[in-house]
């Protein structure tokens, strides 16, 4: 088994709370994908990532372990730079 920290949002906050980030371990060996994605927060737009493990659950991951971040790269991780427009702005 090989456990690694993530930093996900939970999968449904209460009604009128903003969701706060949690720290979990995920065991590597039961992860099947993850993709670079961009999350929408009520005060900005990070990227992030979309992790999907073999029982079918999939969770949002603002942070992911350094090694894996270097496979997928780094330039997926952070907050979004919204003074270029979006559309015309690729992941940073």
Excluded at 33 to 56: A, C, M, Y
Excluded at 59 to 80: M, N, T
Aim: charged share 25%; aromatic share 10%.
């Amino acid at each position: 088994m090989k456990f690694q920290k993530f930093t996900i949002f939970p999968t449904k906050p209460a009604q009128g709370q903003e969701s706060e980030e949690i720290e979990v371990l995920f065991n590597l060996d039961h992860i099947i994908s993850i993709k670079p994605i961009r999350i929408s927060r009520p005060d900005k737009i990070l990227n992030g990532f979309w992790i999907r493990t073999t029982n079918g659950k999939k969770y949002r991951a603002s942070k992911i372990p350094s090694d894996l971040l270097s496979v997928i790269g780094e330039k997926y991780q952070g907050p979004v730079n919204l003074m270029v427009d979006s559309d015309e702005q690729p992941f940073q």
